[in-house]
């Protein structure tokens, strides 16, 4: 069986390249909305944006984590070798953990800052944190610490994604392209 015929599942290809659209826009939003200069309602259009898609970012990825968790990925061509397979593996777990810390400790800053989340207050969901300025500064210096970490992590991904779609042509790319499983 050819490498690309052991590719995920539908399911887990969507979740994938979601997360990764929600968060390739989340990133430069985030970015540009702390910048000095701007008019006070694209600041405000930028933070409402920024706030509840990265809202929606950690309800996909606990979907995502327990997708994975109960569905085992498929496994890795034979050819590959293990300094490779530990990188991927490695980077892998890593992008799960700094994309569930940067977008908890952005739920938290807001959250116990006691500014509003317009998606889950018009659901009506009360906060979990309480509110706390010093708890708001902690995950204020988290989520920016956090995303320094992120981009590199997502530059080594992409690059790595890259490479062997345009570069070793191995079909490991093709275990999650396209979103829906042929
Ligand atoms: C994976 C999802 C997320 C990513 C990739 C992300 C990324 C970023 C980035 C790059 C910044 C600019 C940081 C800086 O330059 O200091 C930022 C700032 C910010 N983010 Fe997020 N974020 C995410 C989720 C969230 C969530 C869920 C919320 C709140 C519900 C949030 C609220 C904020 C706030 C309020 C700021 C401004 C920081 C401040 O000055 O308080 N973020 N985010």
């Known amino acids: 069986m050819s490498a690309a015929a052991t590719g995920y599942r539908t399911t887990a290809r969507l979740l994938h390249w979601l997360v990764a659209l929600l968060i390739l826009s989340t990133l430069p939003v985030g970015q540009a909305m702390v910048q000095e200069g701007l008019s006070r309602p694209v600041q405000d259009a930028l933070f409402i944006y920024h706030k509840n898609v990265g809202v929606i970012i950690l309800l996909l990825m606990l979907l995502r984590l327990g997708y994975r968790l109960?569905?085992?990925a498929p496994?890795?061509?034979p050819?590959?070798?293990?300094?490779?397979r530990i990188v991927a593996r490695t980077t892998h777990v890593a992008l799960y953990v700094l994309v569930f810390?940067?977008?908890i400790s952005g739920y938290v800053r807001v959250?116990?800052?006691?500014?509003p989340i317009e998606m889950l207050d018009a659901l009506g969901v009360p906060p979990l944190v309480p509110?706390?300025?010093p708890l708001a500064d902690a995950a204020k210096?988290?989520?920016?610490?956090t995303r320094l970490l992120l981009v590199p992590v997502i530059l080594l991904h992409i690059g790595a994604a890259l490479q062997h779609a345009l570069w070793q042509r191995d079909g490991v790319f093709s275990r999650m392209w396209p979103p829906i499983a042929r």
């Open 70 to 72: 109960t569905h085992r």
């Open 75 to 77: 496994p890795l061509p």
């Open 79 to 84: 050819h590959m070798p293990d300094w490779q």
């Open 101 to 103: 810390v940067q977008a």
């Open 111 to 115: 959250e116990a800052g006691g500014f």
């Open 131 to 133: 509110r706390s300025e």
């Open 141 to 145: 210096a988290t989520h920016a610490v």
